[in-house]
């Protein structure tokens, strides 16, 4: 019995220094890495980020993808550190922004991925996290979906989206209260369901409406373009495709492999009674491959795929995905030329601005790249599949935290010159398209 007593308090004594030294090293590991590399005020050319883009017509952004809900920070009060919490997207009026809730990241951040070791879970086995996310990936994503709904309460000026309803409402009351915002919850890839379909309801229930496909490893639903086989959608993926459909939840075929890009397209096709897909689908953070060469982003093929269900592309705003950055070799460079900004905000924005281009050219088969000298002479179809996927408090860097989105808006508008009504798409109104086909009524 004594040594059964000694047992124990070694082992909550080496659990306890674990956790603590875990929270301080994560902590340390975030401040490194979700860091903005410019400070605010953000501006561009004299105009600050968040002007309105006309007389009478403010800015509004609605971003596709954030992970802040994997770190220890209270999102109810600015932060010294990271790119989102709800004060900063008040003050960048990014007014809807998308919760993901990360659950699995193996030691591999290109090809051939392993599901082991995941780091995410030693995080919460060594974190201050429940007991209930230490090994189950669902308990992880349903945790982190209860500490938004904390956070919500706790800042009252602040909502979870769920319904076509819920958006409708939203909108209408934001514009007599600017400081509202909202958010809406998805997983970031199908391992959370681990491999039971009846998760779905699980999540549903919990707020989930947007569901990744995939992540960094393969699952029992669809493969990873990072996978170690990177296969297709499974037969028990088609299923759930279906039940996603039916409930009202928005795909997302970000880091998806070309076979499940190609099966989810042939699946909503089946699903629809016109031959064409029943419901759009969202790449909800990316770079393109015509600006930018990782396989993590996408080729003309999978844009066109997007393009084809009436989908969105989140441009991201990261430098491995966007730029400016110099690769190993020069064939790897990445809008090298934009190095030579000064200003590391304005630089992403312009990098981001240039995988829009891109975008545009594909989805109109416009022979030439995009330049500030021929984008306007595009139609406003050519822009209708772009949307923002900043990727904020994904552990890479970026120029500006949610404060300076309305740089893009500013770039898009001052060295572009796109008119206020496609600046608005790209901002808001192609997204809130997809949202309002995808959720349930």
């Not at 319904?163 to 909202?182: K, M, V």
């Not at 031959?275 to 982003?297: A, D, E, I, K, L």
């Not at 430098?319 to 110099?326: D, K, L, Q, S, Y």
Request: hydrophobic letters at 40%; a positive charge; aromatic letters at 8%.
């Amino acid at each position: 019995m004594k040594f059964l007593k000694g047992a124990l308090y070694t082992f909550a004594t080496f659990l306890l220094f674990g956790q603590v030294g875990c929270v301080i090293l994560a902590e340390q590991a975030e401040q490194r890495a979700n860091v903005a590399k410019s400070k605010p005020p953000y501006t561009y050319k004299g105009t600050p980020a968040t002007a309105d883009l006309a007389p009478g017509r403010p800015l509004m952004a609605i971003d596709w993808h954030a992970d802040p809900l994997l770190s220890y920070r209270d999102l109810t009060v600015t932060g010294t550190y990271g790119h989102v919490d709800f004060p900063r997207l008040r003050k960048g009026k990014l007014g809807l922004q998308v919760f993901t809730t990360v659950t699995h990241q193996p030691a591999c951040f290109s090809t051939g991925c392993k599901p082991f070791p995941n780091l995410v879970g030693i995080k919460h086995v060594y974190g201050i996290s429940p007991l209930s996310t230490w090994f189950s990936l669902s308990g992880r994503a349903l945790w982190q979906a209860e500490k938004l709904r904390r956070f919500a309460k706790a800042d009252g000026n602040f909502r979870i989206i769920r319904t076509g309803r819920d958006l409708e409402t939203f909108l209408t009351d934001r514009r007599t209260n600017p400081d509202l915002i909202a958010g809406l919850l998805g997983v970031e890839g199908l391992h959370a369901l681990e491999g039971d379909a009846k998760n779905v309801d699980v999540f549903f229930k919990a707020g989930f409406r947007l569901f990744g496909l995939t992540h960094w490893i393969d699952n029992a639903f669809a493969g990873s373009r990072h996978g170690e086989k990177a296969h297709a959608l499974t037969e028990k993926g088609r299923d759930l495709i279906r039940a996603m459909v039916k409930k009202g939840m928005v795909i997302d075929l970000a880091h998806a492999s070309l076979p499940t890009f190609k099966a989810v397209v042939a699946e909503l096709k089946a699903i629809g009674s016109s031959g064409r897909p029943v419901r759009p689908v969202v790449v909800s953070h990316t770079g393109v491959q015509g600006t930018c060469p990782p396989t993590r982003n996408l080729t003309n093929e999978e844009i066109k795929l997007v393009v084809e269900t009436d989908g969105v592309i989140g441009v991201g705003f990261w430098t491995h995905a966007v730029g400016p950055r110099r690769g190993k070799e020069r064939k790897d460079d990445c809008q090298a030329d934009l190095l030579a900004e000064p200003n590391r905000a304005v630089a992403s924005a312009k990098a981001a601005a240039r995988a829009m281009m891109h975008v545009a050219r594909v989805t109109c088969g416009v022979a030439d790249p995009v330049t500030p000298a021929t984008a306007a002479q595009l139609a406003p179809r050519c822009f209708r599949h772009i949307g923002l996927g900043s990727d904020f408090d994904g552990y890479a860097p970026i120029g500006f935290d949610a404060r300076g989105v309305g740089l893009i808006a500013r770039v898009l508008e001052m060295d572009y010159k796109l008119k206020p009504s496609i600046i608005a798409m790209i901002m808001m109104g192609n997204s809130l398209r997809v949202l309002r086909a995808a959720l349930p009524e």
